[in-house]
């Protein structure tokens, strides 16, 4: 049992890393369009999935 | 000279040269003032600038000893805000002014409340009312008494920002809100999911297994998380009730601040002393319920807006474009939005001038009612200027576009768009105070347990004080009539129906009489050729093309038919030269060097001879037009109306719902009882005068009818307005719209079906939801004062209620 003593604090660390990973993603605009990205991969054309 | 010789000089290129202010560099905005081009610093300014160069007042340039007016010294205001004082968008005909303002920072009904609530109470505002669905507020007031500046910084004050409207701002407001919404969902339900760890040791074990120092390590660890939640996810709530609180009025977020806030800082101290009730899981999934079900409520929001936004694009909607003017050549229907400086477009007289321009020709009155309250019609004539939004109220006009539409001041119609939804039925309003007096009701209702409760057993004071709190639901009630009405809505407008005025849904449903008019309505005012008949020996398809020949380069209605019935029937293209009218009588010209007449039977006989061979009378409401030649008779063609092909559907429908059915026309009596007949209405009046319409109208109502009227056609302006609910035809002239409380955008008579199916099940579902919603607090509240509900399960049932009402409202969008 005293390893929990290590492994929830360790966990609480983790949620605030998740937390900042997130805030990050979200900044560079990740989860704006959710949807236009997965349509892309399956378009032919691959000089009209840059835009 | 006096001062502004001066600054019409030096400065211009640094500074604002109506405000004063710096011009930010690259600016392209620019006012022609005494041959002399005026950097400005904004739209704003240039927009003012222009009006008042415009209205022939640009000696106020040479004449002013200072600046344009800015906020006086004592209250310094952002200048920004005071610009928007003298927007002359805001200027309402005398001393009330109008503004729709898109306000940032809507998160569910209760800030629809408190806002609309702290306007009221400054002296001057005479109307405030927000629409949740599109984020808009739309205000009125005394121009004399408050100024608008005055108005923003008191909402600023309880902590939103509002911008007069522009779609690009809007934009970019919805991405940053969503955006937040889901960073503060996304947190809270990390640190719920986390928090449940924590705390599962603590439910699942059995007494005595658990240390105290393993219990102290969980709890410390679920206060370490629940900190991320409370910090930001909480936000819109704490801050909610804050700003609530500073308006001195019970917003919704209120006790739902409270409830947190007790919770976490009760479970602090039980963290700190080591023993007591902890509630950080109820804490943390509260927050993200609520959350949840505002962004359910956000996403459905958005959705509404968008389709107003689609519209708005669409709506100023089209201009006949004279490519090739000053040269004779076709009108082509374009979008207004595609108007560029220097187009001349054609006005016809009922119609909405596209974009700001000059006429170039003709001599009309404009109504300008819609942009200055102004009633009386002004003559304009050649090289006058005319806005974009007057309505042409007598002749035709060709006017040069002066600015592209997306410039132009204002456009009729995207007014009518944007008041669509911003006031409030009275069901709604009902609602919402009703949601203040039970918020009140519900704080004092939560002191008073937590007193018994104190007093009984001091141990359980707490979480069922908290429970109590966070059990009730405001919003459920204060959303059950604006989401279902904003579904509504929505839905109709996808079906191309325009609703103006609030109260439309729920009176359409009340109406015990419809009362259609003819031409235009349930016609679509337009005449076709029913029957070609030919004499004798003539080819049917030859006179077809001589007539559409000698009609071609005619208006008339009679001579579009004719076209058009020619180009239907593939009769061959022939040219006419020589032609000249008759007026009232008819064509004459030359097709393949003979000479030809058409027209009505006098001016025919004229060339053919002696009498018509006649085939038979024609009917009632038919028009005949004769064909003929030197010294024969050729064809007779006959017209008539025709009858929109939903009509008899829709007036079959309204006769199924047991609602009285009444056809006004000014058209001849004996062609509108035929119709009458034709159509089953059980009333018919024909030959009536707008005034005797009017008169109709109002004595149905004398006589406790609730009449819903349906028309289009400038005459019909004063019996729409007079009607219980009121709707015009898109295609009718703007002036019968602006009248009306509905706007049938396609010209579909069968959409006030469509209108009257929603209206019911709008009504319906209001009455479920609200249902809904007293009876979840008359038993959720007690059974947690009783002691029955703990924190998590209250707070699930708290946002399970708001999430149903908002589910069920969205019902109306489907099928």
Known sequence: ?51 | MPDGAAMTAAPALQSCFHCGQDVPPGSRWSVAIDGAQHAMCCPGCEAVAKAIVDLGQADYYRNRSAYAARADAEAPLPSQLALYNDDPRFAGGGEESEAILLVEGIRCAACVWLIERRLMQLDGVVSASMNVSTERLALRWHKDRIQLSAILQALRQIGYTAFPYDAVRHTEQLRKASRTLGRQLFVAGLSMMQVMMYVAPEYLAEDGTLDASMTGLMRWASLLLTLPAIVYSAQPFLRGAWASLRARTLGMDVPVALGIVAAFAGSIAATWRGRGEVYFDSVTMFIFLLLASRYLEMAARRKAATALERLQHALPASATLLSAWPAPGEGRVVPAASLARGDVIMVKPGETVAADGVIVEGRTALDFSLLTGESAPQTKSCGDEVPGGAVNASAMVLVRVERSAAESTLSGLLKLAERAGSAKPAIAQWADRSASWFVAGLLLFALASFGFWWWQDAARAWPVAIAVLVVSCPCALSLATPSALAAATDRLLGKGVLIVRPHVLETLHRATHIVFDKTGTLTTGQLAVQRADTFSAADGAQCVAIAAALEAGSAHPIARAIAAHAAQTGAPRLAATGLREVPGQGLEGQVGGTAYRIGNASHVAGIAGCLPPWRSAPDAGMSTVFLGMQGKWLACFTLSDTIREDARATLDYFASQGKHLVLLSGDREELVQRMARELKIERAEGGCLPSEKLELVQELQSRGAVVAMVGDGINDAAVLSAADVSFAMGSGSALAQVSADTVLLNGRIGAIADAARTASRTMRVIRQNLAWAVAYNIVAIPAAACGWLNPWLSGIGMAASSAVVVLNALRLRGK
């Open chain 1, 1 to 51: 049992m005293e390893a929990l003593y290590l492994l929830v604090p360790l966990s609480v660390l983790l949620v605030f890393g998740a937390i900042w990973l997130f805030f990050n993603a979200s900044d560079t605009g990740q989860f704006d369009d959710l949807v236009g990205p997965a349509l892309r991969v399956l378009q032919d054309d691959d000089r009209s999935g840059e835009f």
